[in-house]
């Protein structure tokens, strides 16, 4: 399975960014996938998760209400639509997948990891 992110770039704030997740390879079978997202010189933290549809997901706190992740299953993408975006999402964003129905917000409940996409939002 390999996941392929993008849609990142430079935004101001306020603005917004759809990011997407590509699954290739072997059919997601509705697993739970999951952003994360790391700043310079910080952890890598959660955002948002999705199970097998678009009602089951789950977001941190931080970005209940500007963000809304779903997913086409026939496309076998996941997105992440970011609205009203702030210095504080600059980041790179991960999407991550694990081998489960059930949503995880911890970096070590995912088995596999796409490659990061850049986002960097300006002030």
């Known amino acids: 399975v390999q996941l392929q992110a993008s849609g990142g770039g430079l935004v101001q704030a306020g603005g917004s960014l759809r990011l997407s997740c590509a699954d290739s390879?072997?059919?997601?079978?509705?697993?739970?996938r999951g952003w994360f997202r790391q700043a310079p010189g910080q952890e890598r933290e959660f955002v948002a998760a999705?199970?097998?549809?678009?009602?089951?997901?789950y977001y941190d706190d931080s970005v209940k209400g500007r963000f809304t992740v779903s997913r086409d299953s026939a496309k076998k993408t996941v997105y992440l639509q970011m609205n009203n975006l702030g210095p504080d999402d600059t980041g790179v964003y991960y999407c991550?997948?694990?081998?489960?129905?059930?949503?995880?917000?911890?970096?070590?409940?995912?088995?596999?990891w796409g490659q990061g996409t850049l986002v960097t939002v300006s002030s």
């Open positions: 991550a997948g694990r081998f489960s129905y059930v949503l995880g917000h911890r970096p070590i409940e995912y088995n596999y």
């Open positions: 390879g072997s059919t997601s079978n509705g697993y739970t």
């Open positions: 999705i199970g097998r549809d678009n009602d089951y997901t």
